[in-house]
């Protein structure tokens, strides 16, 4: 195990992926709600229900990251409900495919946007769509929570737009700062995928490199989904890194490990939080052998609570649902913040006293910054009728938002599969990852 995990999003998402066979029957079925088709759910609409929407890819090769956010949508909204709903309107979660591409975000948001008038907010997990679909949304006035990580939101300029986890720039310095102060190594071999997700990464990776010392031996930004990477092997290979640095999908992480475990070229390897869920473990194991896959992967990722009074209340709420495994997405990571998401935009409205989402939006940060802490819905609710303000410390701990709207969380370095934090990278080691 390297010595002593992140997000393209996602922090330590865990099984969610189990979720995914809840509602893909009826999404083959009905054509998932992108573009012109029909919104699942849509027959169940009423004008005294509020709906958030999980605008994530549900399709494709990122259909597991929707998953992840109506995971945590989902319990939520029961948690919400039970509590008395929102200004007595009940909330539900519907899912609106985007399929991962800004092909197919763009008229998928432009349809949320024209037919979905009881739409109060939209959580979402989609590194790489930031920028073509934020704007519309920011310009129809709905608030956005997001785990998107595209570093150009660092600075966000967009009112409706919110997230509670740093750009993908930041997930770099956080994989520096690991490897400097935690692990003995000090060559770094950085293999990731050439999408906008993955090499979000990279500029924060050889920032930290550089400010603490560690030498980047070998980059690559890799073709996704290939038969084969032996020439690619053999060039990291060639450069002789101590440790690899990966992000990818589960298909081109399957096929590049088989080929370095063949090559001889195996050497302890960091993931981030695009590393995460099932399909990646399932694939990354059978590369490397469950062993070596157990004992010498970790990853970067934001930390999230695994006890606690705000973990109890997800995991009785999540257990509660409808999701499928419920047991196994407990200590995930991408459905923990969509439910801490969710939470927050019902929590936001309550405090505004309003359902109109202009009215409400300013209120997303201030439900954080109160001084009468609370772990959930139902205790924010009871607080702000007290005539108390209210911050809430949900599963991702405490939310400061800046003037760009983005709040940072602490990173954790978790084990592969089980997710287990191991160690936190402390505030000092990433200040000087950052050159501070």
Known sequence: MLGSRRSSRMRAFATAAAGAGILAGYLASSGAASGATPHPLKATRSASR??????????????????????????????VNKAGGVLGHQIYCQIIDNRGEPAD????????IANDSNVVGIVDGDSGLLSATVPLFSAAHIPELSLG????????????????????????YALAAYIRFDTPFRKIGAIFGNDQAAQGNVPGLDNGAKNLGLKIVNQQAIALDQTAYQTEVQQLKNAHPQVIVTESDPQTAGVFFANLKQAGALKPIVGTSGTVGTNYDKAAAAALGQSTYEKGFVRVTQYTATSGPAFNAWKQALLASSIKNA?????GYGPEVAYDHTIMLALAMVAAKSTNRVVF??????????KT???????GVAALKAGKTI????????????????SGGVWSVAQPITNRSLKIVSAK????????
């Open 149 to 172: 990580g595209d570093i150009q939101f660092d600075k966000n300029k967009y009112p409706y737009f919110w997230r509670t986890t740093p750009g993908d720039d930041q997930a770099g």
């Open 373 to 379: 802490v609370v772990h959930t819905f139902a205790q």
């Open 429 to 436: 080691d990433m200040a000087a990852a950052e050159g501070h």
């Open 105 to 112: 975000a763009v008229p998928a948001a432009q349809n949320l």
């Open 327 to 331: 047991a196994g997405v407990e200590t």
């Open 50 to 79: 509020l709906e958030v929407a999980v605008f994530s890819p549900f399709t494709g090769p990122n259909a597991i990251y929707g998953y992840f956010n109506y995971n945590g949508c989902v319990p939520a909204a029961l948690a």
């Open 391 to 406: 911050d809430f410390v949900g599963l991702e701990g405490q939310v400061t938002f800046n003037k760009y709207h983005n």
């Open 361 to 370: 939006n300013p209120y997303i940060a201030r439900v954080t910054q109160g």
